[in-house]
């Protein structure tokens, strides 16, 4: 993929929760500059290095590769910025898109929200019953700036 649109929102009760199971993401960033942001990623088995231009409205540039396990696991422990981004990812079908539930852990612990990729940014959204507020203009809900601002340390 060379273009990522793609919405946030919030999640307002735990009913996606029945009968999903979810994966362990770590991540980290190698450049969190706001024109440019390089994420290394494992998500279960598989890792991933994915390069991403600056957000306009929904949409932005994205590369991604995939990279073996063992390189990223390094580049997360001995490069990434602190603190990695910890979470789990829940992949949930609903009106023909799929909806990612993210459960933070760690700095972030506290923090869910859910993200669903469009193919375009007029695409109509049929959202479950369960997705609140969209965020995806508030930058604090970036991955990239969570780092650096973790939900833990948000004021109440």
Same mark, same amino acid.
């Given at each position: 993929m060379?273009?990522?649109?793609?919405?946030k929102?919030?999640?307002?009760?735990d009913?996606?929760?029945?009968g999903?199971?979810g994966?362990? /993401?770590?991540q980290?960033?190698?450049?969190?500059e706001? #024109?440019?942001?390089?994420?290394?990623?494992?998500?279960?088995?598989?890792?991933?290095?994915?390069? #991403?231009?600056?957000?306009?409205?929904?949409?932005r540039?994205?590369? =991604?590769?995939e990279?073996?396990?063992p390189?990223a696991?390094?580049?997360l !422990?001995?490069? /990434?910025?602190?603190?990695?981004?910890?979470?789990?990812?829940?992949?949930?079908?609903?009106?023909?898109?799929?909806?990612?539930? !993210?459960?933070?852990?760690? =700095?972030?612990?506290?923090?869910v929200?859910? =993200?669903?990729?469009?193919?375009?940014? !007029?695409t109509?959204?049929?959202?479950p019953?369960?997705?609140g507020e969209?965020?995806?203009s508030d930058p604090?809900?970036?991955?990239?700036?969570?780092?650096?601002?973790?939900?833990?340390?948000?004021p109440?």
């Amino acid at each position: 993929m060379t273009r990522e649109i793609e919405h946030k929102f919030l999640v307002r009760d735990d009913s996606w929760k029945d009968g999903a199971t979810g994966t362990l /993401c770590r991540q980290g960033y190698l450049s969190t500059e706001k #024109k440019r942001v390089v994420r290394v990623r494992t998500l279960g088995e598989s890792a991933f290095v994915t390069i #991403k231009g600056l957000t306009k409205s929904l949409s932005r540039l994205e590369f =991604e590769y995939e990279i073996p396990l063992p390189d990223a696991q390094r580049l997360l !422990d001995e490069l /990434c910025a602190r603190p990695l981004i910890e979470k789990t990812r829940y992949r949930i079908d609903h009106g023909g898109l799929s909806w990612e539930v !993210d459960v933070f852990h760690g =700095e972030n612990e506290g923090l869910v929200v859910v =993200e669903v990729e469009v193919p375009s940014e !007029d695409t109509p959204l049929k959202k479950p019953p369960w997705v609140g507020e969209e965020v995806s203009s508030d930058p604090r809900y970036f991955n990239s700036n969570l780092v650096s601002n973790p939900y833990s340390r948000w004021p109440s």
